[in-house]
């Protein structure tokens, strides 16, 4: 009986496809987007079984979700947290369970031992590198009007303090408006108005925006305003969608920090290797990403969208 209950369990395991529930910010940015279907096609490339829930960029949707992942018992969760605060009680109920939770992109302000491993960009890092393209590329004064991204997030936080960071030690550069406009083109469009309307346009010396949709709606607004982007007022971003490629291209945006989409293959061979019995996964998994300028715009924008 015992050789037939266990060949039974062990053909069950080596059929059984593995089911994943992924609790996804919402789809506010082409680089979400690039993401989601990057998680998609390599679950489909694998056999895996995904189970997408688009949260709307609201933590109680994802909450949601994720309970009723447990509820139907997925080998692993993933979450891409739309804020850091308020994941320990729903982390411990799928602890409880005995299910790994991975945690991808931005941070979650949670005890380490609630998850598997973080897969992520150092956020710190990316506006480190925004400042520095602003100070070796502008000379003299310059007046920075910043776009932030959604409240509470870490890819706002961490790009806000490491941008900061490097201009502070540069009396001559100064953020002199700053809002959230939760990632979106529609809103990067209307807060960049209003900037145009509360300062003098013309004392404007660059846009920074923490991702490449909100840097598209301010480009809009700015020539709208009669102005150029690119020239009048420069443009500084991050992610490196093909959309923003194309603007560098077209010398209407300066520059963008990369930040790569692909995390599907990594995500997916932490559970594979969690599921087969391997413990010996490091808890932050870092992706990296370049600089990009107007220089190599169009050989990228060329490279991305074939
Ligand atoms: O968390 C990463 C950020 O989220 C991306 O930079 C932005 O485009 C997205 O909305």
Redesign the pocket.
């Known amino acids: 009986t015992f050789t037939m209950m266990s060949l039974l369990l062990f053909s069950h395991s080596a059929m059984a496809e593995t089911v994943v529930g992924f609790a996804q910010?919402g789809s506010?940015?082409?680089?979400?987007t690039n993401f989601s279907n990057d998680m998609r096609d390599e679950a489909t490339r694998r056999g895996i079984t995904l189970k997408f829930a688009d949260s709307q960029q609201q933590q109680a949707n994802q909450i949601r979700a994720v309970r009723t992942f447990i509820a139907m018992r997925v080998d692993a969760i993933v979450v891409?947290p739309v804020v850091e605060t308020g994941w320990t009680p729903i982390l411990r109920q799928a602890q409880r369970s005995n299910i790994p939770v991975i945690i991808l992109?931005?941070n979650i302000r949670a005890d380490e031992d609630l998850y598997l491993t973080r897969i992520a960009s150092d956020f710190v890092e990316e506006g480190v590198k925004a400042a520095e393209w602003l100070v070796d590329n502008v000379q003299g004064e310059c007046r920075v009007v910043e776009l932030q991204?959604?409240v509470g997030?870490?890819?706002a936080i961490d790009r806000g303090t490491g941008f900061n960071r490097v201009i502070d030690a540069h009396d001559r550069i100064s953020i002199v408006r700053s809002q959230t406009a939760e990632?979106t083109r529609n809103r990067g469009k209307e807060v960049m108005e209003n900037f145009l309307r509360a300062e003098d346009p013309r004392s404007i010396c660059a846009l920074w925006a923490?991702?490449?949709?909100m840097a598209l709606g301010a480009i809009q607004a700015i020539r709208e305003a009669g102005l150029r982007p690119g020239q009048d007022i420069r443009i500084i971003s991050?992610?490196g969608i093909p959309d923003y490629f194309l603007a560098m291209a077209n010398g209407v945006a300066n520059v963008t920090v990369e930040?790569d989409p692909h995390l599907g293959a990594p995500t997916y061979d932490v559970i594979q290797r969690y599921l087969s019995g391997d413990t010996d996964i490091p808890k932050l998994i870092r992706t990296t990403g370049d600089v990009f300028t107007q220089a190599t715009a169009e050989e990228e924008y060329q490279r991305r969208t074939q």
Do not use: I
């Open positions: 910010v506010e940015s082409g680089w979400r891409a992109d931005r991204g959604t997030s870490t890819a990632f923490h991702n490449d949709e991050v992610d930040l």
